[in-house]
Protein backbone atom coordinates (compact mmCIF):
# COMPACT_ATOMS: atom_id res chain seq x y z
CA UNK A 1 0.00 0.00 0.00
CA UNK A 2 1.19 3.83 -0.95
CA UNK A 3 -0.13 6.76 1.02
CA UNK A 4 0.62 9.73 -0.39
CA UNK A 5 0.45 13.28 2.16
CA UNK A 6 -2.07 16.06 0.44
CA UNK A 7 -2.04 19.23 2.67
CA UNK A 8 -5.38 21.52 2.59
CA UNK A 9 -6.18 24.96 4.27
CA UNK A 10 -9.52 26.31 4.88
CA UNK A 11 -11.94 27.57 6.94
CA UNK A 12 -16.25 26.64 7.13
CA UNK A 13 -16.68 28.86 4.48
CA UNK A 14 -15.18 26.55 1.99
CA UNK A 15 -16.21 23.29 3.57
CA UNK A 16 -18.40 22.27 1.30
CA UNK A 17 -15.98 22.63 -1.57
CA UNK A 18 -13.54 20.86 0.28
CA UNK A 19 -16.11 17.76 0.85
CA UNK A 20 -16.27 17.69 -2.83
CA UNK A 21 -12.20 17.58 -3.36
CA UNK A 22 -12.26 15.01 -1.01
CA UNK A 23 -14.90 12.84 -2.87
CA UNK A 24 -13.18 13.53 -6.09
CA UNK A 25 -9.28 12.64 -4.77
CA UNK A 26 -11.17 8.81 -2.73
CA UNK A 27 -13.06 8.28 -6.30
CA UNK A 28 -10.07 8.34 -8.68
CA UNK A 29 -7.77 6.37 -6.27
CA UNK A 30 -6.89 2.96 -8.28
CA UNK A 31 -6.03 0.37 -6.19
CA UNK A 32 -2.91 -0.23 -3.46
CA UNK A 33 -3.09 3.57 -2.91
CA UNK A 34 -4.27 6.03 0.52
CA UNK A 35 -4.14 9.52 1.00
CA UNK A 36 -2.74 10.83 4.13
CA UNK A 37 -4.33 14.70 3.98
CA UNK A 38 -3.71 17.20 6.81
CA UNK A 39 -5.90 20.17 7.01
CA UNK A 40 -4.23 23.60 8.08
CA UNK A 41 -6.57 25.84 9.41
CA UNK A 42 -7.17 28.75 12.16
CA UNK A 43 -11.11 28.15 12.24
CA UNK A 44 -11.97 27.42 15.65
CA UNK A 45 -15.37 25.62 14.52
CA UNK A 46 -13.58 23.07 12.06
CA UNK A 47 -11.07 22.28 14.72
CA UNK A 48 -13.99 21.68 17.23
CA UNK A 49 -15.55 19.07 14.65
CA UNK A 50 -12.55 17.74 13.59
CA UNK A 51 -13.36 16.44 10.08
CA UNK A 52 -16.71 14.67 12.05
CA UNK A 53 -19.01 16.15 9.60
CA UNK A 54 -16.99 14.88 6.27
CA UNK A 55 -17.64 11.60 4.84
CA UNK A 56 -15.39 8.88 6.07
CA UNK A 57 -13.01 7.07 3.17
CA UNK A 58 -11.56 3.74 3.56
CA UNK A 59 -8.51 4.95 1.74
CA UNK A 60 -8.74 8.10 3.36
CA UNK A 61 -7.36 9.70 6.34
CA UNK A 62 -8.28 13.24 7.49
CA UNK A 63 -6.59 15.38 10.27
CA UNK A 64 -6.69 19.21 11.73
CA UNK A 65 -3.98 21.37 13.07
CA UNK A 66 -4.81 24.43 14.84
CA UNK A 67 -2.46 27.23 13.35
CA UNK A 68 -4.68 29.93 14.43
CA UNK A 69 -1.49 31.44 16.51
CA UNK A 70 1.26 31.80 13.50
CA UNK A 71 -1.78 32.97 10.97
CA UNK A 72 -2.18 36.38 14.49
CA UNK A 73 1.06 37.02 12.66
CA UNK A 74 -0.42 37.77 9.43
CA UNK A 75 -3.00 40.97 7.94
CA UNK A 76 -5.61 40.74 5.79
CA UNK A 77 -4.41 41.77 2.23
CA UNK A 78 -6.90 43.21 0.21
CA UNK A 79 -9.66 40.58 -0.09
CA UNK A 80 -7.39 37.89 1.37
CA UNK A 81 -8.25 36.86 4.99
CA UNK A 82 -5.00 35.69 6.89
CA UNK A 83 -6.24 32.07 6.12
CA UNK A 84 -4.59 31.75 3.00
CA UNK A 85 -1.61 32.28 4.62
CA UNK A 86 -1.74 28.47 6.27
CA UNK A 87 0.14 26.75 3.17
CA UNK A 88 3.22 28.64 4.05
CA UNK A 89 3.53 27.10 7.08
CA UNK A 90 3.15 23.34 5.62
CA UNK A 91 7.28 22.94 6.28
CA UNK A 92 6.63 23.40 10.31
CA UNK A 93 4.33 20.08 9.87
CA UNK A 94 5.02 18.24 7.16
CA UNK A 95 8.59 16.48 6.57
CA UNK A 96 8.20 14.85 3.67
CA UNK A 97 7.10 14.86 -0.09
CA UNK A 98 2.94 16.15 0.17
CA UNK A 99 0.87 17.61 -2.43
CA UNK A 100 -0.81 21.28 -1.72
CA UNK A 101 -4.07 21.60 -3.29
CA UNK A 102 -6.52 24.48 -3.22
CA UNK A 103 -10.04 23.36 -2.68
CA UNK A 104 -12.06 24.79 -5.34
CA UNK A 105 -10.53 21.95 -7.05
CA UNK A 106 -11.87 18.65 -8.48
CA UNK A 107 -9.50 15.45 -9.50
CA UNK A 108 -9.91 13.65 -11.94
CA UNK A 109 -6.69 11.07 -11.62
CA UNK A 110 -5.52 8.80 -9.17
CA UNK A 111 -3.16 11.33 -7.77
CA UNK A 112 -0.16 8.98 -7.98
CA UNK A 113 0.10 10.20 -11.20
CA UNK A 114 1.21 13.43 -10.50
CA UNK A 115 3.62 12.35 -7.24
CA UNK A 116 6.05 10.62 -10.45
CA UNK A 117 6.97 14.38 -11.43
CA UNK A 118 8.27 14.76 -8.25
CA UNK A 119 12.41 14.41 -8.88
CA UNK A 120 13.33 18.25 -8.88
CA UNK A 121 16.05 19.23 -6.26
CA UNK A 122 14.65 22.72 -6.10
CA UNK A 123 11.60 20.96 -4.22
CA UNK A 124 9.18 22.17 -5.67
CA UNK A 125 7.17 21.57 -8.62
CA UNK A 126 4.02 22.96 -10.07
CA UNK A 127 2.46 24.60 -13.12
CA UNK A 128 2.55 28.09 -14.90
CA UNK A 129 -0.05 31.03 -13.71
CA UNK A 130 -1.79 31.88 -17.13
CA UNK A 131 -3.27 34.87 -15.91
CA UNK A 132 -0.20 36.69 -14.66
CA UNK A 133 1.28 35.54 -17.76
CA UNK A 134 -1.60 37.36 -20.01
CA UNK A 135 -1.17 40.51 -17.63
CA UNK A 136 2.71 40.86 -17.95
CA UNK A 137 2.37 40.19 -21.70
CA UNK A 138 -0.03 43.30 -21.71
CA UNK A 139 2.40 45.26 -20.11
CA UNK A 140 4.68 44.41 -22.14
CA UNK A 141 6.87 43.57 -18.74
CA UNK A 142 7.14 39.09 -19.27
CA UNK A 143 10.60 39.50 -20.54
CA UNK A 144 11.64 40.88 -17.34
CA UNK A 145 9.73 38.46 -15.05
CA UNK A 146 11.01 35.29 -14.07
CA UNK A 147 8.83 32.28 -14.53
CA UNK A 148 5.74 32.11 -11.77
CA UNK A 149 3.41 29.30 -10.76
CA UNK A 150 0.11 29.14 -9.95
CA UNK A 151 0.02 28.57 -5.95
CA UNK A 152 -3.35 26.19 -6.03
CA UNK A 153 -1.21 22.84 -6.74
CA UNK A 154 1.86 22.27 -5.34
CA UNK A 155 4.12 19.64 -4.97
CA UNK A 156 6.41 19.88 -2.68
CA UNK A 157 9.45 18.16 -0.97
CA UNK A 158 9.64 19.84 2.67
CA UNK A 159 12.39 17.00 3.48
CA UNK A 160 14.45 19.82 1.32
CA UNK A 161 16.56 22.29 3.15
CA UNK A 162 16.06 24.89 -0.01
CA UNK A 163 12.54 24.95 -0.12
CA UNK A 164 12.08 25.07 3.65
CA UNK A 165 14.59 28.20 3.49
CA UNK A 166 12.36 29.70 0.57
CA UNK A 167 8.91 28.82 2.44
CA UNK A 168 10.44 30.30 5.56
CA UNK A 169 11.72 33.24 3.18
CA UNK A 170 8.05 33.48 1.91
CA UNK A 171 6.58 34.20 5.75
CA UNK A 172 8.66 36.90 6.14
CA UNK A 173 7.75 38.57 2.26
CA UNK A 174 4.50 37.93 3.49
CA UNK A 175 4.04 39.91 6.87
CA UNK A 176 6.12 42.67 4.99
CA UNK A 177 4.35 43.27 1.98
CA UNK A 178 1.11 43.63 1.02
CA UNK A 179 0.96 41.73 -2.46
CA UNK A 180 -1.74 41.53 -5.00
CA UNK A 181 -2.04 37.88 -5.10
CA UNK A 182 -1.26 36.93 -1.37
CA UNK A 183 0.64 34.37 -0.91
CA UNK A 184 0.87 33.43 -4.16
CA UNK A 185 3.08 36.46 -4.79
CA UNK A 186 4.59 35.78 -1.81
CA UNK A 187 5.81 32.05 -2.36
CA UNK A 188 6.95 32.77 -6.06
CA UNK A 189 9.49 35.68 -4.87
CA UNK A 190 10.62 33.54 -2.23
CA UNK A 191 11.30 31.09 -5.01
CA UNK A 192 12.22 33.45 -7.85
CA UNK A 193 11.21 31.41 -10.91
CA UNK A 194 13.27 28.44 -9.30
CA UNK A 195 10.83 25.39 -9.60
CA UNK A 196 10.26 22.57 -11.63
CA UNK A 197 7.03 23.16 -14.38
CA UNK A 198 4.54 20.31 -14.00
CA UNK A 199 2.30 19.80 -17.45
CA UNK A 200 -0.60 22.06 -17.05
CA UNK A 201 -3.09 19.05 -17.29
CA UNK A 202 -2.15 18.84 -13.31
CA UNK A 203 -3.47 22.58 -12.77
CA UNK A 204 -5.74 23.33 -15.78
CA UNK A 205 -7.44 26.55 -14.99
CA UNK A 206 -9.22 27.12 -18.59
CA UNK A 207 -12.16 25.35 -17.94
CA UNK A 208 -12.94 25.57 -21.51
CA UNK A 209 -10.66 23.17 -22.39
CA UNK A 210 -10.74 20.65 -19.03
CA UNK A 211 -12.58 17.43 -20.00
CA UNK A 212 -9.37 15.51 -20.17
CA UNK A 213 -7.48 17.29 -17.01
CA UNK A 214 -6.35 15.74 -14.65
CA UNK A 215 -6.87 18.08 -11.54
CA UNK A 216 -9.57 21.16 -12.71
CA UNK A 217 -8.92 24.48 -10.83
CA UNK A 218 -11.77 26.75 -10.41
CA UNK A 219 -9.40 29.83 -10.12
CA UNK A 220 -11.10 32.43 -12.61
CA UNK A 221 -14.69 31.06 -12.68
CA UNK A 222 -15.58 29.34 -9.50
CA UNK A 223 -18.55 26.48 -9.34
CA UNK A 224 -21.65 27.64 -10.57
CA UNK A 225 -24.56 26.05 -11.86
CA UNK A 226 -24.99 28.77 -14.54
CA UNK A 227 -22.35 26.53 -16.84
CA UNK A 228 -23.11 23.23 -16.69
CA UNK A 229 -22.89 23.22 -20.07
CA UNK A 230 -19.41 23.53 -20.00
CA UNK A 231 -17.88 19.70 -19.02
CA UNK A 232 -16.12 20.28 -15.67
CA UNK A 233 -18.77 22.17 -14.16
CA UNK A 234 -21.36 19.52 -15.15
CA UNK A 235 -18.91 17.34 -13.35
CA UNK A 236 -18.74 19.52 -10.30
CA UNK A 237 -22.74 19.94 -10.27
CA UNK A 238 -22.53 16.16 -10.56
CA UNK A 239 -20.36 15.82 -7.32
CA UNK A 240 -23.29 18.01 -5.54
CA UNK A 241 -25.88 16.06 -5.88
CA UNK A 242 -23.84 12.60 -5.36
CA UNK A 243 -23.35 14.19 -1.71
CA UNK A 244 -26.62 15.79 -1.30
CA UNK A 245 -24.56 19.22 -0.39
CA UNK A 246 -25.93 22.59 -0.84
CA UNK A 247 -24.17 25.79 0.04
CA UNK A 248 -23.62 29.35 -1.76
CA UNK A 249 -22.56 29.07 -5.14
CA UNK A 250 -21.07 32.38 -7.27
CA UNK A 251 -23.51 33.72 -9.80
CA UNK A 252 -22.55 35.63 -12.35
CA UNK A 253 -23.57 37.72 -14.69
CA UNK A 254 -23.78 37.44 -18.20
CA UNK A 255 -21.24 39.65 -18.83
CA UNK A 256 -18.92 38.48 -15.21
CA UNK A 257 -19.03 34.97 -17.54
CA UNK A 258 -18.27 36.62 -21.22
CA UNK A 259 -15.31 38.76 -19.62
CA UNK A 260 -14.14 35.55 -17.69
CA UNK A 261 -14.26 33.34 -20.70
CA UNK A 262 -12.11 35.76 -22.94
CA UNK A 263 -9.60 36.11 -20.52
CA UNK A 264 -9.09 32.34 -19.44
CA UNK A 265 -8.63 31.85 -23.47
CA UNK A 266 -6.32 34.77 -23.73
CA UNK A 267 -4.60 33.64 -21.05
CA UNK A 268 -4.01 30.01 -22.47
CA UNK A 269 -2.99 31.36 -25.71
CA UNK A 270 -0.60 33.25 -23.76
CA UNK A 271 1.02 30.70 -22.03
CA UNK A 272 1.63 28.43 -25.07
CA UNK A 273 3.00 31.37 -27.25
CA UNK A 274 5.51 31.93 -23.96
CA UNK A 275 6.44 28.38 -23.62
CA UNK A 276 7.22 28.10 -27.90
CA UNK A 277 9.26 31.53 -27.36
CA UNK A 278 10.84 29.75 -24.16
CA UNK A 279 12.17 26.65 -25.85
CA UNK A 280 12.88 28.63 -28.80
CA UNK A 281 15.22 30.70 -27.47
CA UNK A 282 16.75 27.29 -25.63
CA UNK A 283 18.13 26.77 -29.01
Known amino acids: MTVYNVCLTFDINY ?6 LIESISRNLTSGHEV ?35 LGCFRQAGRFPPQVYARLLMHKYINTNVLYLDVDIIVNCCLSEIFLYHHSLLGLSACLEEGVYLR ?3 RCNFKTHPPY ?9 LSNNIAKEKFDLAITLAQKNDYLLADQDALNFAFDGNFDVLPQTFNDTTILFSKNSAI ?34 RKYSLLEISKKICFVILSKTMVKWYRFLASYRSY
Open 15 to 20: SGYAKV
Open 216 to 249: IHFAHIKPTRQLVWLDSFNRYSNYLDDLNLSFSL
Open 136 to 138: NII
Open 149 to 157: FNAGVLLCD
Open 36 to 70: DILVLTGCEVLLELNGSDFNAYPNISLSFIDVSSE
